[in-house]
């Protein structure tokens, strides 16, 4: 058991730093792109996306309301990312596409920041990179719980 508990505090210790990292990253990636940290995640989930989507899609992928996706939305259309279009099947309704041509170039910068990405798993089994597929979707999916937690109110009252 001592084993155990000496790695979960390890496994603390280094999520801490990787989580550190990976904030401090994403401001210099975006302080580089002119964009607000959160605007240059919503151009990484709109990449992700199959099409054009709703304001209220994009508060569901960022989990802003609809007046801040709204302002997102503003400062990713002034900066060239996106376009509001008419949805054909709904005039009413109106869609957030991603800029074709802002896209590759997005994706090029990731080609050339990500370029050791991939070298880090090279010595790792296939076994190996499924488990931390796994863990990586499962935080993706606690990271979630625990957002919609913070922004209702779940840790009101909460003690440490």
């Given at each position: 058991m001592a084993a155990r508990e000496h790695l979960m505090g390890e496994l603390a210790t280094?999520?801490?730093?990787?989580?550190?990292?990976?904030?401090?990253?994403?401001?210099?990636?975006?302080?580089?792109?002119?964009?607000h940290p959160t605007d240059l995640q919503c151009v990484n989930l709109l990449s992700l996306e199959d099409g054009p989507v709703t304001i209220g899609r994009i508060g569901e992928l960022t989990g802003l309301t609809t007046g801040s996706a709204t302002r997102l939305v503003d400062r990713l259309e002034k900066a060239g990312y996106v376009v509001r279009q008419r949805d054909a099947?709904?005039?009413?309704?109106?869609?957030?596409a991603v800029v074709p041509e802002k896209m590759a170039e997005f994706g090029r910068m990731w080609d050339r920041l990500?370029?050791?990405?991939?070298?880090?798993?090279?010595?790792?089994?296939?076994?190996?990179?499924?488990?931390?597929?796994?863990h990586m979707r499962r935080t993706v999916e606690f990271t979630g719980e625990q957002i919609a937690r913070l922004r209702g109110g779940g840790l009101q009252g909460a003690e440490s």
């Open positions: 280094v999520s801490r730093r990787y989580m550190a990292s990976y904030a401090l990253f994403n401001q210099a990636v975006a302080d580089h792109l002119n964009l099947a709904d005039r009413r309704r109106v869609l957030v990500g370029g050791g990405w991939f070298a880090l798993f090279d010595g790792l089994e296939e076994e190996e990179l499924a488990l931390i597929i796994g």
